[in-house]
Structure formats: C-alpha cells, structure tokens
C-alpha cells in the first residue's frame, strides 16, 4: 500500500513537471517587441464592442492581433 501511495505522489510530481503551456513566438522579435505588440493588441481588444459581453470575444480579438503582427503560438513545457 505504502510503495502504491508513493508512486502515484512520484507520478503527480513528474506530470506536474511537464505542464505545457502556450507563449507567443516571432522570428527575430525581442522581448520588449512581445510586451509592445501584446500591449497594442490587449488595448485593441478591449476597445472592441463585444454583442456577447466581455471575454470570449476579447481573447479572438487579442489572438489575431497578435498573430495580424506575425506571433504564433507554441507548446512549451516549464
């Protein structure tokens, strides 16, 4: 029972581990270039008249901005 307990606490931790998540990627852009456009395109979400209140719509907004700009996302484990 004990050995049960601490290998399925071992696999927690490793899944755990291995959590994927998404980041913003361009060819050649800078860290300052993520936080401007990603700025430019948070303001131009949010000045977006949304028919189904906020959220939703706002992240469809943000996430072609974002790649209008030329980002994409990818997979990135921590």
Known sequence: MRRGVILIASLAAALNGCALHSVWVKDGASPEDLQM???????????????????????????????GKGWHQEQQTE
């Open 37 to 67: 456009d990603a700025g430019q395109c948070r303001a131009r979400s949010y000045s977006m008249p949304s028919p189904m209140g906020n959220g939703y719509p706002l992240a469809m907004v943000y996430n072609a901005c974002m790649q």
